[in-house]
């Protein structure tokens, strides 16, 4: 079976989390880029961000390829911005959904804080799916090194074996 992870990463730890998958699923990796890119710190990364999050926007990415017939199994990575999935994710679930029609389908989510647990649904929604064949929650992965995350990505790519 054939993987893709398709990912948005601000500050880095999505990005890790998705390259520790690929690693042990032997996974394709799609870094999604919008074309307009996000503040990386102080207020306006959680103004800017979270408000967009919220308001569900949908905006432009930098020119990507992407052929889902070449794959089984789609992963998205995310982090949580106010409870919600990032707003790249979102326009990449609106252009790809009918061609994401019968994959399967896994997330994982990677905050500081919490909210994964609500932005799940939303995903799952916005896919028109009604459950993941698998779910991983990351505490800052890459910023918070911890043995815990490295047993938790295990599992998660055990469960898509």
Known sequence: MSTAI???????NTDYAAKEI???LSADCLRLEPEKAYPTSGFAKFFRGGGSAVMGEKPALKPYTFDAAAYDT?????PVWAARVTPPLRTFVEEQKTALTGKRIAAFACQSGNGAQ??????LEALGIPAFAAELVLIDPK???AEENASK??????ALK
Do not use: R, T
């Open 6 to 12: 398709v990912y948005y990463s601000l500050n880095g």
């Open 22 to 24: 690929a690693k042990e």
């Open 74 to 78: 789609v992963i998205f990575g995310f």
């Open 118 to 123: 609500k932005a799940f649904p939303k995903l």
């Open 143 to 145: 910023d918070k090194p």
């Open 153 to 158: 990505i295990h599992a998660f790519c055990e």
